[in-house]
């Protein structure tokens, strides 16, 4: 049998234009030309004489992979990999630059849940908009309708406008339209990164439900490594757009974990690359000890920082630095934030770091996020989510463990106060 | 088995309408969402969509038509203007809603494939029922004021709301595209809505731009405005030559707006 699923040689390219977070606007462009009519006139001879080298980015390239029907398939790879391009090349949300792709069968996508939900319209009403633009067809909703209410247990609220509703009413009632399509392929993006943990399992194990059952193909991509390996057999791993391995979601995840863990501890940004936006730059971090020295290993019984420098280029902002420490499976160990302080808005540049206190982590990989964000209003000038990668070690001269020599299951370990009375 | 096949995209073919058919439940959908919300905004409902034309006639006629004696081929003046403010605001309505309709859905457009030319149809149907509402207001003003309509606009007024359709369409789906580039184009645009209708024989009628009168036909809506009054109220003899100059200057407008939008749709998704 033909593969459900045929991707050949698919390619995307972006072009990078300087201009950060602001568009276009048609006045500045008619100003420009009145301005400097010449400059404008010569620029687009270059342009269409093709002198003009536009920055081009591959976000995917030469991407080829076949899959058979009834596959669950994980994507996975670091921010900026391609997954999220892939699922939106495939979903037909933007077009492939170069390649083809063959698929067989009705596709749907899940890329969000509610996608659509109109807040003024009431939960009935929005399971029918928000099934229409899934690809669900009138029919079939009247004849699900009564089995997508009893999966939400929103039923009471059927008349409610949904602006009214909890969000974690919000999401359960958006998942349970989901989860009802009846797809051949279904594409599927970290929508299970929402909702309480008690629906998640309810999610998943539906997911697994309709798999098992109706033999459908599912692509899903996500960080987490722990629901990757509960539901996909097969695994992708994309790197710089490119696949970097495909098959048994054991020996991929293995190796990509692997990798993660080679990474650095000591990184640096320059140019175009460093991550930030007009009001700051980041330009380096660092995994240090006590003495402020760079570390290739923390030690679980003394203090670690997560160092990084940046710059603020204009005034007026008050950027505060924060830290997000993730386990390798992706889940969040916890954030930390400066606090808010004058000098952290003034210009030139700025060295923080975050002190994690001795005996508070366990023994393991961490990942740690760097970001630098105004809370009022919001605004990140910059996230790397993956910016560094550390180990923590036992010290073995030093150790709590005793003789118990395995690793002790948990993200943290931290000492804590015990009180004791023999009574 | 429905085989999909994704490629680089070209530009309009004759799948894109295929596709359009394949989606009409879609289309419905949202223009039932549009129709829904609005109505669920406005706390007199329904009524908004006759409250606005039939105020601004009113005011129209108190201004122009009482002391301003703007003249009115011989028609009383609140029905002469109502006529023509009916297919105007269908145009205008439509024009600027189909304009904004690709920012207004842009949480959709990033998440879902559609065949986006979805939206800018579904905001014209939204408008097209405010537009049979209000069509109900001068029916009752025709009965007030003893008009009744020749038998010719069973044929005419058809053909005029096509035409109507396809300027509001096509000059749309241009502004619609434009605007996902260029954001300020949607802060532009009532400034010049608002002076197409003082170059629109709306509050007035064409004749009194005597001999010059020939420029004002390059407007698409003043065939339109002239030819409904002339089957309604008959104002004068239906003049087949101006439909038909309109009709052809309509579908150029569409075929353009068509292909410019489809041009630009494939990185709708990227730049938005």
């Known amino acids: 049998m033909r593969p459900i699923i045929e991707i050949k040689n698919v390619g995307k390219k972006y072009n990078i234009t300087h201009q950060r977070g602001s568009y276009v606007a048609l006045r500045d462009v008619l100003t420009g030309i009145l301005k400097n009519p010449f400059r404008f006139a010569k620029y687009k001879v270059k342009q269409v004489a093709g002198f003009e080298k536009k920055e081009e980015f591959w976000a995917l390239r030469c991407v080829n992979l076949e899959i058979e029907k009834g596959d669950i398939v994980g994507i996975i790879g670091h921010n900026g990999a391609g997954k999220s391009t892939l699922l939106k090349i495939l979903t037909g949300i ?63 609220f059927l008349d409610t406008p949904v602006k009214h509703y909890s969000s974690g009413m919000y999401v359960r009632l958006a998942f349970s339209v989901a989860a009802h399509m009846e797809p051949d392929i279904l594409l599927v993006d970290e929508v299970l990164a929402v909702g309480d943990a008690e629906f998640q399992k309810k999610c998943l194990g539906k997911m697994e439900e309709v798999t098992n059952k109706e033999g459908r193909t599912i692509l899903f991509v996500s960080h987490n490594m722990a629901a990757i390996q509960r539901l996909c057999p097969k695994t992708m791993w994309l790197e710089k757009g490119n696949v970097k391995m495909f098959g048994k979601t054991e020996e991929v995840v293995d190796r990509y974990l692997e990798d993660a863990k080679s990474r650095t501890t000591d990184a640096s940004w320059m140019g175009r690359n460093a991550p930030g936006d007009d009001i700051a730059v980041l330009h380096s971090a660092r995994i240090i000890n006590e003495y402020h020295e760079s570390i290739p290993l923390a030690t679980a ?74 809370m009022r209003p ?29 690793k002790i299951p948990g993200v943290v370990r931290p000492r804590l106060k015990w009180d004791h009375k023999k009574i | 088995m429905k085989l999909t096949i994704i490629r680089p995209k070209k530009t309009l073919s004759l799948d894109d309408f295929r596709e359009i058919w394949a989606y009409k439940e879609l289309l419905y959908f949202f223009t039932w969402r549009d129709f829904k919300v609005r109505y669920k905004q406005t706390f007199i409902g329904i009524l908004w969509a ?107 007024l058809p053909i005029l709301l096509v035409i109507t359709f396809m300027a509001a369409v096509g000059g749309g789906l241009f502004l619609a595209a434009m605007n996902v580039k ?28 005597g001999k010059y009168s020939w420029i004002l036909a390059f407007n698409p809506m003043m065939g339109v405005i002239q030819n409904a009054r002339a089957v309604l109220l008959g104002t004068a003899p239906v003049n087949w030559v101006l439909i038909g100059i309109s009709f052809a200057a309509c579908a150029a407008l569409l075929i353009i707006g068509t292909i410019y939008f489809k041009k630009v749709e494939r990185y709708f998704a990227d730049v938005i």
């Open chain 2, 50 to 156: 006759v409250f606005q034309p039939f105020m601004t006639m009113v005011v129209f006629s108190i201004f122009f038509g009482m002391l301003l004696k703007v003249p009115s081929d011989g028609v009383p003046y609140p029905i002469f203007v109502y006529t023509g403010l009916l297919f105007w605001q269908f145009f205008s309505s439509a024009l600027s809603e189909t304009s904004g309709v690709l920012i207004s859905n842009q949480s959709i457009i990033t998440k879902v494939y559609f065949p986006r030319l979805i939206l800018p149809l579904s905001s014209v149907a939204t408008k097209f029922v405010d537009f049979a509402i209000a069509a109900a207001i001068l029916g009752g003003m025709m009965a007030y004021y003893g008009y009744t309509p020749e038998l010719m606009s069973i044929v005419v």
């Open chain 1, 301 to 374: 019984n003394k203090k670690v920082g997560v160092e990084f420098s940046y710059e603020v280029l204009k005034p007026g902002h008050a950027p505060v630095p924060n830290i997000h420490i993730f386990t390798l499976r992706g889940e969040t160990a916890f954030i930390s934030h400066e606090e808010l302080d004058e000098k952290l808005g003034t210009v030139g540049k700025h060295r923080a770091t975050m002190w994690i206190p001795e005996n508070l982590l366990n023994e393991g990989t961490y990942i740690a996020g760097i970001a630098l964000s105004t």
């Open chain 2, 182 to 209: 260029y954001r300020d184009v949607r802060f532009i645009l009532p400034f010049f809505i608002q002076l197409l209708l003082f170059v629109t024989p709306v509050i007035y009628p064409a004749s009194i731009a």
């Open chain 1, 94 to 156: 933007t077009p492939p630059t170069e390649g083809e792709i063959i698929m067989r069968g009705r596709v749907a996508s899940l890329l969000e849940v509610g996608t659509g939900f109109h807040p003024e319209l009431t939960g009935r009403e929005n399971i029918f908009l928000n099934g229409a633009i899934l690809g669900m067809t009138k029919k079939e909703l009247t004849r699900k309708f009564d089995e997508i209410v009893a999966f939400s247990g929103v039923e009471k």
């Open chain 1, 378 to 406: 919001l605004k990140i000038h910059f996230y790397r989510q993956d910016a560094l990668v550390f180990n923590v070690v036992e010290d073995i001269m030093h150790s709590r463990k005793m003789d118990f020599n395995q």
